[in-house]
C-alpha cells in the first residue's frame, strides 16, 4: 500500500492555504475567552497554583499577516533551552564512552504481555541496572546526571532569545523561539507573538546571550525534585 507523500503547507495552493487560515482564526475567535484572541493552544495556561517551573514550554497556534499563514509555534523558557543543550551535551559524551555493544544493551527494550480487562497488552520489562568502571561505577543515566550537574558548574552553553522558522511542517509553518521569561502563559505568548511580527515574521537571533545570572546553576533535575507535590483535580502531582 502506498502512504500519501506529506505535503508541507507552504507547499499547498493558495486557496488551502486560506481555507486553513480561515479555520484557525475561527478557532481563535472562539477561543477567545481563554486564550485572549491572539493564539490558540493545546495547553493549559494560566492555572492557579502551578509551579512556574511547570510552565517552561508550551505549543502555539497563530496567524501570520500576509492572511495565509499559520504559525505552528513551540516556544520555550532560556532555562528550558539551557537545560536542554546541557542535556543533549551530556548524553552525547556519555553515549560516546560506551562501545556498539554496549549501546545496544542500553538502547535494547524488552516487552511483556499482559492482560487488562480481557485484553491482550504489553508493558516493558525493567531491564537490569548495567555499572560501567568508566563511569566510575555509575549507571549511564547516573553518570549522564553527573555530567549534566558538571557542563552547567563548569562549562555552561551561551543561550540566545531567538526565533527560528521551519517550513516542513505539514500544518502551518514551523517556528521554534526561545524567550527570556519566568515561564511561559498567556502574556508571554502574546509578547512573544509581537515581537515576531515585529521583526518581519522571519529567523532572528538576539546580539548577546542570555545572562549567565538568569540560567540555572544545578539541572532540571535537581530543580523539579525540590518542588513540594501540588495535586490537581484528581488527587495525583503535576508534572
Known amino acids: 500500500m502506498r502512504h500519501k507523500k506529506m505535503i508541507p503547507y507552504g507547499r499547498l495552493s ?17 477561543d477567545a475567552s481563554v486564550y485572549g484572541g491572539q493564539f490558540t493552544s493545546p495547553h493549559v ?13 508550551a505549543d502555539a497556534y497563530f496567524l501570520g499577516s500576509d492572511g495565509l499563514t499559520i504559525w505552528n509555534a513551540t516556544i520555550v523558557t532560556a532555562v528550558r533551552a539551557f537545560w536542554d543543550v546541557v542535556e543533549e551535551m551530556a ?26 480487562n480481557g485484553q491482550r497488552m504489553y508493558r516493558m520489562v525493567e531491564k537490569p541496572k548495567l555499572i560501567y568502571e568508566k563511569y566510575g561505577g555509575l549507571t549511564y543515566n547516573a553518570y549522564q546526571d553527573k555530567l549534566t550537574e558538571e557542563i552547567i558548574l563548569h562549562e555552561p552553553p551561551e543561550i540566545f532569545e531567538s526565533f527560528t522558522t521551519d ?13 527570556d521569561v519566568d515561564e511561559i502563559n498567556q502574556a508571554t505568548i502574546e509578547e512573544a507573538i509581537r515581537r515576531f511580527r515585529e521583526v518581519g515574521e522571519t529567523d532572528w537571533l538576539a546580539a548577546k546571550p542570555v ?8 539541572s532540571a533535575n535537581s530543580a523539579f525534585s525540590k518542588i513540594r507535590c ?6 495525583l502531582c503535576d508534572s
Not at 14 to 30: A, E, H
Not at 47 to 54: D, F, H, N
Open 14 to 30: 493558495r486557496r488551502k492555504q486560506r481555507d486553513n487560515f480561515i479555520r484557525l482564526r475561527q478557532k481563535i475567535r472562539n
Open 45 to 57: 495556561l494560566n492555572e492557579p497554583g502551578r509551579p512556574a517551573l511547570y510552565n517552561q514550554w
Open 91 to 116: 548524553h552525547s559524551r556519555a553515549w560516546e564512552m560506551l562501545t556498539p555493544e554496549e549501546q545496544s544493551a542500553e538502547a535494547e527494550m524488552k516487552f511483556e504481555p499482559i492482560w487488562s
Open 167 to 179: 517550513r516542513t511542517y505539514r500544518y502551518g509553518i514551523g517556528l521554534n523561539m526561545v524567550i
Open 211 to 218: 545572562l549567565r545570572s538568569e540560567l540555572p546553576m544545578e
Open 230 to 235: 501540588v495535586p490537581n483535580e484528581v488527587g
